[in-house]
């Protein structure tokens, strides 16, 4: 059964170093996603991506995120200078399609620790 | 704005005996729902959906849950528990108008199944 992977598992960073977390959505899926989770808390949403462009984004989303699909199978996300209050689980996710109908599947997540 | 309220942080059932996860959603729109499962080290996995047909949902591995309007509620529910339920479930909200098809997330419900 195909599946979301995501690299690395865990990644520790110093505050301010950038990171850039990579993930391998099901192939034929046209729109992908990240969200987060900080120990303790919920899920968020961060992005969603359609056709090489940003659909959706949240507050949490500023600046020092972006996300890239650099050669039609990984999706990333970089966060340019870390911050301590960026250490979380980063899920990635894909769709075939738009909409409630279409299941977003998640990958197992990287766990991001900023030192 | 919607939001995604799960009731109880951790549940506890003996293997064999009746499981119910409780949600309870807030939309401006008609919601989809969803039930996302968490087993330890894997990705978040639908276990079921609702998008405004049949209000009484069923999923894999025998779980059902049924949107009650009036309620504002999207519990889960199944009938006997088995070992191999034990997990973190999450219920989900999505608004169909969205067009980033953002998921807004309850904080999460472990489930623990004794033997």
């Known amino acids: 059964e195909p599946e979301v992977t995501q690299t690395p598992s865990h990644q520790v960073t110093q505050m301010g170093q950038e990171v850039i977390l990579r993930c391998v959505p099901i192939?034929?899926?046209?729109?992908f996603y990240w969200y987060r989770q900080i120990l303790g808390q919920k899920v968020e949403f961060l992005v969603s991506?359609?056709?090489?462009?940003?659909?959706?984004k949240s507050e949490i989303f500023d600046d020092q995120f972006s996300v890239e699909r650099p050669d039609g199978s990984n999706f990333t996300l970089k966060i340019r200078s870390t911050k301590l209050e960026d250490s979380a689980m980063y899920f990635c996710a894909s769709g075939a399609g738009q909409g409630a109908r279409y299941e977003q599947y998640f990958g197992p997540g990287t766990r991001l620790t900023v030192t | 704005a919607q939001s995604v309220t799960q009731l109880d942080s951790h549940v506890s059932v003996s293997e064999g005996t009746p499981v119910l996860l409780r949600c309870n959603y807030s939309s401006s729109y008609s919601p989809s729902l969803f039930w996302y499962v968490q087993h330890p080290n894997k990705g978040l996995q639908l276990l079921l959906k609702y998008t405004s047909a049949a209000t009484l949902v069923k999923g894999i591995n025998g779980f059902e849950a049924e949107f009650k309007k009036s309620e504002t509620s999207f519990h889960l529910t199944k009938p006997s528990a088995h070992m191999s339920d034990a997990a973190e479930y999450f219920c989900?909200?999505?608004?169909?108008?969205?067009?980033?098809?953002?998921?807004?997330f309850g904080g999460g419900t472990r489930l623990m199944v004794k033997p």
């Open positions: 991506f359609y056709n090489n462009e940003i659909s959706e």
């Open positions: 989900v909200v999505s608004d169909p108008t969205n067009a980033g098809n953002m998921l807004t």
């Open positions: 192939s034929n899926h046209l729109y």
